[in-house]
């Protein structure tokens, strides 16, 4: 019988589908074990099979957990709010709700035919209202929520303002924007609309006015990781800074718990490192600087206040609000198009163009606190004003950046010196260096900085300050297609929507754009007010609702635990369920979300553990970041100025360029379907083309993309050769962290493999196993494979399975293996890589029901042991013949037993050798 895939695969996922094989309990008393996978964004184009390849990877886990006895949770669900559905909504009129749904359709479809082993019964969809109507309730819960830092703890903002009541700001050690200061009195005094205005300085979730990624053309604003070189990533269009009253999350409140948080899971170090950089904590002073003929001082974070002797100029981020109102007027043309020239850049742009150097001089001067002397100010885009004070004080002679920027605009270079006693040092401008041989004492770092600080400090000019790189994340979209943000405005003050009313769903807009006036599309609908009794209303009644919606990020930062209790209308899930399923035990994504979706799921759950509806505050024990697969790209070779291409052998001889060719139109021989190609495109139609026998093309490893035309559909493998082949394949491919080349080419072996597999049990066609006894080399076989499975799997090495499983088919092939006792092992072991044959062959076997569950068979030594020895028997070291010795024979026992052997006998031919070498285990060397 042959091995048909197509049959066998739809044969089990039925069984799967209607057993529900997969499905988690909570009320199991086995060890539960959650897997999760980053959920995908479904796109149009479907999965190509690089998407596949952390879910294989998952998949083999959790099926390796179930046959090892874990209550498994292993869920699947979709990130369906975005960017690409509303541009397709406002390019075509289509509702992005349902090209989001015929998108979910393709996807599981695909997700479907490889096998996966997921609990469909606990899909979520962040688009779902009722999956969003929680993340606003958890958004509600950080507007209502203050941070305690004596306690490191959020509280109830109830709690905040009882103690305004009680105290003002006296005592108060709280996570805020501005540093307030008033009494009891005070707060009494002031009227509704002041006590919100400083409320919003201390909620977890408040709106303030914040420089922002504004697209004019996406009419939104973007993440810094949606912006590349000042343009946006989808659609290339310019992206410039912008100051807006936006929504942000106060996750610098969390700042030193994320950090120490990272102690205590099992992430790589170099993700922690980046999450680390990231936060970047930095111990320093802050500094005040006089400005010269104004009212108002320049405040400066450094970590080096040591180095404040050789302060040349100072540098301001060119949005730093005191900027307009210092320039001179002589500067200000200048400074004004530099702004303008700045806004355009990204953060990321800004931070990272080192080569770049530009800026422009204010005309304002500060006084250097110590010394007295002038100091110009100047603006540059290296400064970020969002980043501590937005202002540096430049030390060329410590600093790279700053020594790279003095000698671009021949701004002094001072010495400088680390160390001594601050107070009585003095800089000697007409010399270019400090004064005062107190000052060279050599200190160490350390010590200069404390002794520094302390100058500071009783001069009254600066503190000793923490600082982190870490800001609040913005958390409002101009955008429609988004959770719709649960906050109303009475006399332009917010509100919560109560939460009786929540979800507060998307309402239904003429067009998805923004309005003429530029407010976001949610300002378009006519059923976008709130009545605190009635809920939404028309427009004229009630009050307006926010009209911009959460990011992204906002439904992935908490829907692992969503999964948890997917259906639960009360709570966003049971506290039992979340005690029982704690947090993720494995989670497999891309590394590109380091920053991002993984820092803001740490500071949703740290949160929710504050406010007691957790117990967990780290969401992921173990995450691994997958490589990618990359395309194997085709390239057609054609005669620069002409519309002639030669085959890629004959290109040496002339001067071409490459042109992308769709790898479908190619054959595994690198052979182009010339006719199909020159259809493919109507610049190609007339095109001639030059070769002898076939036309080959190029071939070069480039990212999977659309654009490069390398993309391969997982389907089409499947229809070829069987998802079973395709998810070895992946695995086969290299280490599940490294990227690796996809080859369709190379696919062929894996599925004869699989083949070969088959045939193990057949003979002739026919079902062929036996109840006969292994032999040792097949139990040996056998166990082989078995402890090489269980370690690979415990170091996540699939790629040395596969090998592994290879090698033991290959063996028990050749032994002519046909034993039920060996035979009945195989199924199980290749469950969780090759799950349908496994489950074919095991029903195949006799076996009633799923192999789902079945123990994994566990190795045992006694069948690794070897009983005898191969020894090659040589004569002055030229090897003349082999025998097979008991492997515990003794060293004398070994030597009598060859010098008895018949054709030892006719090798010595009469002679008495010299010397018997004997290396137990190894060889025997006779010396003539």
């Known amino acids: 019988m042959d091995y048909n895939f197509s049959e066998i695969e739809k044969k089990w996922q039925a069984f799967w589908a209607n057993q529900k094989s997969f499905a988690a309990e909570e009320n199991s008393d086995k060890p539960k074990y959650y897997v999760l996978d980053m959920f995908p964004y479904p796109s149009g184009a479907g999965l190509h099979v690089g998407h596949p390849l952390g879910y294989i990877a998952s998949d083999i886990v959790s099926r390796y957990k179930r046959h090892r006895g874990f209550n498994v949770l292993h869920p699947m669900g979709y990130d369906s709010f975005g960017l690409p559905a509303e541009q397709y909504a406002i390019q075509t009129g289509q509702h992005p709700a349902v090209t989001t749904e015929q998108n979910i359709k393709r996807y599981r479809q695909q997700l479907d035919r490889i096998g996966f082993a997921f609990d469909w019964s606990r899909e979520v969809r962040t688009s779902d209202p009722s999956f969003y109507r929680w993340t ?35 005592g108060l ?141 100072m540098v301001l981020a060119p949005e730093h609000y005191l900027v307009d109102e210092i320039t001179t007027p002589e500067q200000a043309e200048a400074v004004k198009a530099y702004q303008e020239q700045a806004a355009r850049k990204s953060e990321r742009d800004r931070m990272t163009e080192v080569k770049s150097i530009s800026g422009v001089f204010t005309g304002a001067y500060v006084k250097h606190p110590f010394s007295g002397e002038e100091v110009p100010v100047w603006i540059a885009d290296y400064v970020l004003a969002g980043y501590g004070t937005g202002a540096v004080m430049a030390v060329p002679g410590h600093d790279s950046r700053d020594w790279a920027f003095a000698k671009h605009f021949d701004l002094p270079i001072k010495e400088v010196v ?156 049971d506290r039992e369920k979340l005690d029982y399923w704690q947090n993720v035990d494995l989670y497999i994504g891309g590394s590109e979300h380091a920053t991002g979706h993984l820092l803001y799921t740490r500071f949703w759950h740290k949160f929710l553990v504050d406010k007691g509806y957790l117990n967990q505050e780290e969401p992921f024990k173990k995450l691994i970041n997958q490589g990618m697969i990359l395309g194997y790209s085709a390239f057609a070779h054609r005669i620069e100025g002409t519309n002639t291409f030669v085959s890629a052998e004959q290109a040496k001889d002339h001067k071409t360029s490459k042109v992308h060719v769709d790898v479908s139109l190619v054959n595994t021989s690198d052979e182009l379907d010339v006719n199909a190609f020159k259809s493919w495109r109507d610049d190609l139609k007339d095109a001639e083309f030059v070769f002898e026998g076939s036309f080959k093309v190029s071939r070069e490893v480039e990212k999977m993309s659309k654009s490069k035309f390398n993309v391969v559909n997982p389907d089409d493998i499947i229809e070829q050769y069987g998802a079973d082949t395709l998810r070895l394949y992946e695995m086969f491919l290299g280490p599940l962290e490294q990227s690796k080349p996809w080859n369709t080419a190379g696919i062929s072996g894996v599925h004869n493999f699989l083949k070969k597999l088959w045939r193990l049990y057949h003979q002739g066609g026919n079902w062929n196993v036996t109840e006969e006894a292994p032999n040792e080399k097949e139990w040996k076989a056998l166990h082989t494979l078995i402890k090489k499975l269980n370690e690979d799997i415990a170091n996540f090495s699939f790629n040395t399975s596969v090998s592994a499983f290879m090698i033991a088919v290959n063996e028990l092939t050749d032994l002519k293996c046909s034993k039920k006792a060996i035979l009945e092992q195989l199924p199980i072991l290749i469950s969780p890589y090759a799950p349908h044959i496994a489950e074919e062959l095991w029903s195949r076997l006799g076996n009633v029901g799923s192999i789902n569950e079945e123990p994994y068979p ?71």
């Open 858 to 928: 566990q190795h045992e030594e006694k069948y690794l042991v070897e009983s005898s020895v191969n020894y090659p028997v040589s004569f002055n070291g030229k090897v003349r013949f082999t025998i097979s010795l008991p492997a515990d024979m003794s060293k004398d026992e070994v030597e009598k037993t060859v010098m008895a052997e018949d054709k030892t006998q006719q090798y010595l031919d009469g002679k008495a050798p010299r010397k018997v070498i004997v290396v137990p285990g190894r060889i025997v060397n006779i010396v003539l």
């Open 418 to 573: 680390s160390g001594g006693n601050v107070e009585e040092a003095s800089y000697d401008a007409k010399e270019g260096k400090l004064v005062n041989s107190d000052f060279l004492n050599g200190l160490e770092v350390k010590a200069a900085i404390a002794k520094a600080i302390e100058a500071i400090e009783k001069k009254e000019i600066g503190q000793a300050q923490i600082n982190f790189r870490l800001r609040d994340a913005v958390f409002g979209r101009q955008r429609y297609w988004g959770e719709p943000i649960p906050i109303y405005y009475v006399d332009n003050m917010p509100r919560r929507v109560k939460e009786e009313h929540l979800p507060l769903e998307l309402p239904a807009v003429d067009k998805f754009l923004p309005t003429e006036d530029g407010e976001p599309p949610l300002a378009r609908a006519s059923m976008w007010n709130y009545h605190p009794d009635k809920g939404v209303v028309p427009a004229g009644e009630g009050y307006p609702l926010e009209t911009t919606t959460m990011p992204g990020w906002a439904g992935s930062s908490w829907y692992d635990l969503r999964y948890m209790d997917a259906r639960n209308t009360e709570a966003f899930a």
């Open 173 to 313: 050690n709280a996570a805020c924007g501005e540093d307030l200061h008033f009494t009891p009195d005070e707060w009494e005094g002031y009227d509704d609309a002041t006590r919100e205005q400083i409320l919003q300085n201390y909620r977890l979730a408040y709106r303030s006015e914040s420089t922002v990624n504004w697209c004019p053309a996406l009419g939104t604003v973007l993440a810094n990781d949606e912006v590349k070189d000042g343009l946006s990533e989808r659609g290339g269009h310019p992206v410039v800074q912008k100051k807006m009253m936006q929504w942000s999350m106060r996750i610098t409140a969390y700042a030193d718990r994320l950090l120490a948080g990272l102690d205590h899971i099992d992430w790589s170090e170099s993700l922690k490192e980046s999450q680390r950089n990231w936060i970047g904590k930095s111990q320093g002073a802050s500094v005040f600087f006089e400005l010269k003929d104004h009212e108002a001082n320049i405040e400066v974070f450094t970590t080096r206040p040591d180095t404040i002797f050789g302060v040349s100029f």
């Open 136 to 170: 606003q309730w958890i958004f509600l819960q950080m507007f209502d929520a203050w941070y305690d830092y004596d306690n490191e703890q959020a509280r109830s903002i109830e709690e905040l303002i009882w103690y305004f009541h009680k105290n003002g700001t006296d």
